[in-house]
């Protein structure tokens, strides 16, 4: 059967279904008693005068993110514990190949040492003498 043959078939029950559900059973008047009530309700709300919320920035986390930091902790040593992985990295040092394949041509750091720690680009903010603060 094909889709317009569907659509043809079905289009005219799935109507004859929405009109018996709607007028029949009494849910139209449902529908219009609760939008009547929301509309009352509306009308008769007075606004709230809109407060500022103005973030403060402090070095010290807020109590709920130590909080969390806490519960992640705990979760990470109860998963640890109940895994029997606990501590399974430590000791270990990354390989010094990618991949563990000589030969191989891919990555961008494929021939830098996974310890070497960089450059150091702390000192970044200071080039543009101040001038990237005022962009904060």
Not at 37 to 57: D, F
Request: hydrophobic share 30%.
């Amino acid at each position: 059967m094909k889709r317009s043959e569907l659509k043809r078939v079905l289009r005219p029950l799935i109507k004859e279904c929405i009109k018996e559900v709607i007028f029949e059973e009494g849910t139209l008047s449902g529908i219009i008693t609760e939008v009547a009530q929301g509309l009352s309700n509306v009308q008769t709300k007075t606004p709230q005068p809109i407060v500022e919320k103005r973030a403060i920035r402090s070095n010290q986390p807020s109590p709920a993110v130590l909080e969390a930091r806490r519960s992640l902790e705990e979760t990470k040593k109860n998963l640890q514990e109940s895994t029997g992985l606990k501590g399974i990295f430590e000791g270990t040092t990354p390989m010094r190949s990618g991949s563990g394949n000589k030969n191989s041509q891919h990555g961008a750091l494929k021939d830098v040492d996974p310890s070497d720690a960089g450059v150091d680009i702390s000192g970044i903010m200071n080039v543009a003498g101040g001038a990237w603060q005022q962009l904060k």
